[in-house]
């Protein structure tokens, strides 16, 4: 069974770092074509993806957030963290992260955490 | 603004049938397979189709999933109460990166 769950501050004031962490259980980053995404989606509006790491340790990021994400994964944890720098009140969302498996076609999230919501505010 | 553009809601009667259509570009739909996720209220989102148009383990027939050039396509059929939600497609850029549609509300009449 494929589980994930998001932890992390649910408040920060302007200008913090954001830590963020998932720990998932029921699959292996070590396996080949296994990834972990984060996406976030503020308060009534779409979903936004972040950021990916895969099994070989490539790193992708948002083009528009690139300067201020990073993602990391210890494997022998089953926990992938992201941090986003200079956080702002338009950071405000609900932060999941999701597996996310590569096929011979393409790549798709098939698994999510149920997402933690972040509130950027003084 | 989402990179790939879905109507912002859609209504039918339960039984009928609706579908939402994703609209994308030659650098993203265009190369890229295409998922769709389901979002009921207050949850996180769920996979109902990858890959165009495969469906996983435990998703009903009554969703299928559809592309054609820089588009692709959504249909419900057999509409129940239960399918209230928000749609939202997804695909891959050419710097690898997600892309997600707007999201479109489905509302069951």
């Known amino acids: 069974q494929v589980t994930l769950r998001e932890s992390g501050p649910a408040l920060v004031k302007p200008t913090q770092t954001l830590s963020l962490t998932c720990t998932f259980s029921?699959?292996?980053?070590?396996?080949?074509?296994?990834?972990v995404s984060w996406i976030r989606q503020p308060p009534g509006k779409a979903l936004e993806w972040l950021a990916r790491?895969?099994?070989?340790?490539?790193?992708y990021y948002s083009t528009s957030l690139t300067t201020r994400l990073t993602i990391s994964k210890d494997t022998s944890k089953n926990q992938v963290v992201l941090t986003l720098t200079n956080m702002d009140p338009v950071d405000t969302a609900t932060y999941y992260c999701?597996?996310?498996?590569?096929?011979?076609?393409?790549?798709?999230?098939?698994?999510w955490g149920q997402g933690a919501l972040v509130t950027v505010s003084t | 603004q989402s990179v790939l553009t879905q109507p912002p809601s859609v209504s039918a009667a339960p039984g009928q049938r609706v579908t939402i259509s994703c609209s994308g570009s030659s650098s993203n739909i265009g190369h890229n397979f295409v998922s769709w996720y389901q979002q009921l209220p207050g949850t996180a989102p769920k996979l109902l189709i990858y890959d165009n148009n495969k469906r996983p383990s435990g998703i009903p027939d009554r969703f299928s999933g559809s592309k054609s050039g820089t588009s692709a396509t959504l249909g419900i059929t057999g509409l129940q109460t239960g399918d209230e939600a928000d749609y939202y497609c997804a695909t891959w850029d050419a710097s690898l990166s997600a892309v997600f549609g707007g999201g479109t509300k489905l509302t069951v009449l």
């Open positions: 029921g699959f292996s980053l070590n396996t080949s074509g296994m990834c």
């Open positions: 790491i895969d099994w070989d340790d490539d790193k």
């Open positions: 999701a597996r996310t498996t590569v096929t011979s076609m393409g790549r798709h999230f098939d698994y």
